[in-house]
């Protein structure tokens, strides 16, 4: 039984000259073509000979059994097809007389069927690498702040957005290609069918290494944050000092907090492409020998304080945006007030014991709910000073 083995085609169906040339010198290196697919070729081993290869256009005005008989007649043995492309093989030199096309032009009106479908697939992959690239950037300006703190919602689009532009790359390449072939046709000229196809060779494995290496990146990236997520404590302890406005710094030393590391007392340090910063704290307690204004009790007051660093002020901006129209948010009471401590504040206050804000200095946002009987005036001096140690941190 003769030894076969299979290759991987490194060629693009317009690569007709590079193709040829090197099946040729397969064979001279002792391995014939016995069948091929659009991805795959498979050789059998034989004894180094000369074997001619030609790739033929498929017509769309003739039968294929009709011209694979009629070509036949010739000595040209059909081996298979690749697409549009069907591949024959010829022992021994080639005249011209023996050619498949002997006449440059006619040939070249054969490759404008090839040279039509790359165009369109070309225009296509550039209508594809656009359209995601708005759909990524559009997502920027959503009213939805997952956009901004969660990768899963922008790092698919950007992710993807490389092959695209290689695929886009490609089909371009394709497409000028192919229109050099036929100018070189209608010119006269005849193709090289033993060009030096090496150069070819090593771009497009170097092409597709690019996307190997891609899709590991992507997938390695991908399966650390979902190992990073299962192993995190959910519920993480609030250390001594924090990023964001606590209950100690409103309240000082006389706040007694109510445990620490459990639902109502914990610290959340969490990151994005586009939020590298983002802390969260949950904090509650109590006030020894202080009851609420209305005598209701002990006075327990509770925080939820959220600090984010966005990438550049822009960002940032669009982000308070889209807390503000975030229906999880229920900001729809929010008012905009005018300080010049921030350089952009939204309040929403239920009663005297009760208010929320969203406020902004540069590319740091806070959102703070606040239950407790301190003054608005006096907790938003305080995410000042906060806010500034918060953009100044690395």
Known sequence: ???????WIWFD???????ESWLTDMAENGWKLIRLNHWIATFEQCEPRQLQYRCEIKS???????RIDFYEEFSWDYIGSRQLIDVFQCEGEVTLKEELHTDAAEFSDALSNLKREIYWRALTAVGLTLALFWITWSSLTLSSTSHFL??????????????????CWTMVRGMVHISFLVKKLKKGQMLNHRVNYRRRLHINRGVVGAVIVLTVV????????L???????????????????????????????????????????????????????????EVPGMEWEDGSGPYTPTIRSFGYKLRTEWLAERFVTAMLE??????????????????EIWVSQTDSASFTFVARIDQVVFQ???????PLEEVLALSVEKMRGFLDEE
């Open 326 to 343: 975030d229906s999880f948010s229920s900001l729809s009471n929010y008012s905009f007030e005018t300080d010049l401590d921030f350089d």
């Open 13 to 19: 169906a317009w690569d007709i000259e590079e193709f």
């Open 150 to 167: 969660d990768n899963t919602s922008t790092q698919l689009g950007w992710m993807l957005l490389p092959y695209y532009l290689i695929l």
């Open 218 to 225: 992507y997938f390695s990236f991908s399966m650390s944050e």
């Open 1 to 7: 039984m003769k030894k076969t083995k299979r290759k």
């Open 227 to 285: 190992l990073e997520t299962l192993g995190e404590n959910q519920h993480p302890k609030i250390p001594e000092n924090v990023s964001v406005l606590s209950l100690h710094d409103v309240l000082g030393d006389t706040f007694i907090q109510s445990g620490n590391g459990n639902h109502d007392n914990h610290y959340t340090l969490e990151s994005s492409l586009l939020a590298p910063a983002q802390v969260e704290l949950y904090q509650g307690g």
């Open 60 to 66: 769309k005005n003739q039968a294929d059994n009709e």
């Open 368 to 374: 703070v709910y606040y239950f407790g009987m301190e």
